[in-house]
């Protein structure tokens, strides 16, 4: 049995500083403006999250989690940007136009554009509960493939073209 862990930071940091990154990059946004915009974001995406936050079923709450931008700027995304300034056109212009980041318990990974393929930002092992694992003769090894699966299985119901064979990973 996974021990429920009570915090989703390191998800949630790992999908702030992405985005804030190319708010860094490619804005003319001051250290204030990005602190401001993180710590907004982040208190944001925990609470919307504290109610659909299950590391014992990683997939179940995805969609909800899900960050995406297209012809439609995140709504959350859209606050923490107006907070310090940004209006949402020019938060189109600063992040990428096809962007889709999933913040899900012991994974963060994102994929730009509507064929691209998908990238992992943030990935750790769930804890075990080492008695309870024995008794019950599971491992984390399922709970991990579910995760993927689940992945695989978004991909396929909504990808228009064919699939590519491949995953990047992305360290920090």
């Given at each position: ?30 250290d204030?403006?990005?602190q401001?915009f993180s ?6 995406l ?8 299950f590391p014992?079923r ?23 940007g ?43 092992q ?16 399922s709970l ?13 119901l ?15």
């Amino acid at each position: 049995m996974l021990r429920a862990r009570a915090t989703m930071k390191p998800e949630i940091s790992a999908a702030v500083g992405f985005l804030s990154r190319f708010l860094r990059v490619k804005g003319h946004v001051n250290d204030r403006q990005l602190q401001t915009f993180s710590q907004t974001l982040q208190d944001m995406l925990a609470e919307q999250y504290k109610h659909h936050w299950f590391p014992d079923r990683p997939c179940k709450g995805s969609g909800y989690r899900c960050i995406r931008i297209n012809h439609k700027m995140d709504p959350l995304v859209g606050q923490a940007g107006q907070r310090i300034g940004l209006s949402i056109q020019q938060l189109y212009l600063l992040l990428p136009s096809e962007l889709t980041l999933w913040v899900d318990p012991f994974e963060v990974s994102y994929r730009i554009g509507e064929d691209g393929s998908i990238c992992v930002l943030y990935e750790s092992q769930p804890s075990v509960n080492v008695s309870s694992s024995a008794s019950t003769g599971t491992n984390n090894s399922s709970l991990v493939d579910s995760h993927i699966s689940c992945k695989e299985e978004l991909l396929v119901l909504a990808r228009t073209s064919p699939a590519k064979p491949y995953m990047m990973t992305v360290s920090s």
